[in-house]
């Protein structure tokens, strides 16, 4: 649940002393302190071009007797190179090395799934997000170090974090308890706490959502997740060699797609119209009818975060054709907890920090985990044998 994000490291927090901020620690560990790494140049890309292999077969075209379902878009089967590109001196380390990909043609939601679809679910069925259910202490420290102490009934609440803007010049980024805040009772309903709703917010992304909250939609809706690679081929909207899913020109960054415009995180000059979330299709789709692929929310995706996958599926030389990701999640930086892969980047997204907003940008995201910028959009797959 939401307290192992905290306890990971107690050696490295003043507990009692400095307990609410016990909660951001988390989120250095879990999920932003890749953020900080030096980028490494990996190896050339391989090839896209899907006729490079005759004895591949994927689904290309979306058969004919098969009706595309409300709000999503075919995204047609092919190859690309899954990773980041030669170019990207952002790029991390753990985007590489690139490697071809193929896979079958699939139906995606055209935008985040938003507040109004999330209701509307909830209404229909009662459920509870992770961020709002009461904590179980004993549930909990199980998956936590030995010892771990438990922390005072006053903050062992539901909740989730939200972001805060610094009162004062920020010198080191890598402190991110100075813009991250665990908020009592902050869900994807009151995404700022008790305090907020979604008056005017129906056609925001959901936020505040775990992965068992994405995946709970899904089963109500006969969707499911999409993998890494599905989510990074469609992104890329039949680019090659990319970036990002409009090209290679960073410039178009502000008309293209919701980040932080400005100096991260004192000052956002919302040159892109939005200094927090975005009304969805705010901006051009990609190539692909795609809205929001990077920038606004990251996303889930259905893969186990793996810092060496990338690395270890390169060395086998095979043909990877609808990959499923990592049999297991493994990160260093993380031992005690599993963690999925998000991918997109946020409205919190800034070179001088992160530079999410690229298409092959990842993250592992623990699966209780939920913050103010985390959202989902479904897939739905077709039958290859359908013609």
């Avoid at 878009?73 to 001196?89: C, E, H, L, R, Y």
């Avoid at 705010?282 to 186990?304: A, F, K, R």
């Avoid at 892969?341 to 209780?368: H, P, Q, W």
Wanted: charged letters at 20%.
């Amino acid at each position: 649940m939401y307290l192992k994000r905290v306890f990971l490291n107690p050696s490295r927090i003043l507990y009692w002393t400095r307990v609410s901020r016990f909660f951001i620690w988390v989120f250095l560990v879990l999920t932003l302190s890749y953020c900080i790494e030096k980028s490494q140049k990996g190896k050339p890309d391989a090839q896209t071009s899907q006729s490079t292999e005759s004895n591949i077969e994927v689904l290309v075209e979306k058969p004919k007797d098969v009706k595309t379902p409300e709000g999503m878009v075919w995204i047609p089967g092919g190859s690309f190179t899954m990773g980041a590109v030669n170019s990207d001196s952002l790029a991390m380390s753990h985007e590489k090395p690139n490697h071809t990909v193929w896979v079958d043609g699939f139906f995606m939601d055209s935008t985040e799934v938003t507040n109004a679809q999330f209701e509307k679910f909830v209404q229909a069925t009662g459920y509870v997000t992770v961020a709002e259910r009461e904590i179980d202490w004993v549930q909990m420290k199980v998956q936590l170090p030995p010892d771990t102490p438990k922390p005072p009934d006053s903050i062992l609440q539901p909740g989730s974090l939200i972001f805060k803007t610094p009162q004062h010049d920020v010198q080191n980024l890598s402190d991110f308890t100075q813009w991250w805040q665990w908020k009592i009772r902050a869900n994807w309903k009151q995404p700022l706490g008790p305090d907020s709703d979604l008056i005017g917010k129906a056609d925001h992304p959901v936020v505040h959502i775990a992965y068992e909250d994405a995946l709970a939609y899904c089963n109500w809706t006969g969707s499911r997740l999409p993998t890494e690679a599905e989510w990074e081929y469609a992104a890329r909207g039949g680019t090659k060699d990319s970036r990002f899913p409009w090209g290679n020109d960073k410039t178009d960054l502000f008309r293209f797609t919701n980040t932080w415009t400005g100096t991260f995180p004192i000052k956002n000059n919302a040159k892109d119209g939005f200094s927090n979330k975005a009304p969805v299709a705010s901006y051009p789709s990609n190539g692909y009818g795609l809205y929001d692929m990077v920038g606004n929310v990251w996303e889930w995706t259905q893969d186990w975060y793996n810092v060496s996958y990338y690395r270890k599926i390169a060395e086998t030389k095979n043909y990877v054709i609808n990959p499923k990701g990592a049999k297991d999640s493994h990160n260093p930086n993380n031992p005690y907890v599993k963690e999925k892969v998000i991918k997109g980047g946020s409205f919190l997204c800034n070179e001088n920090y992160c530079a999410s907003y690229r298409v092959s940008a990842r993250m592992g995201n623990t699966l209780d985990s939920s913050q103010e910028h985390l959202g989902f959009r479904t897939v739905k797959s077709v039958l290859k044998n359908k013609s």
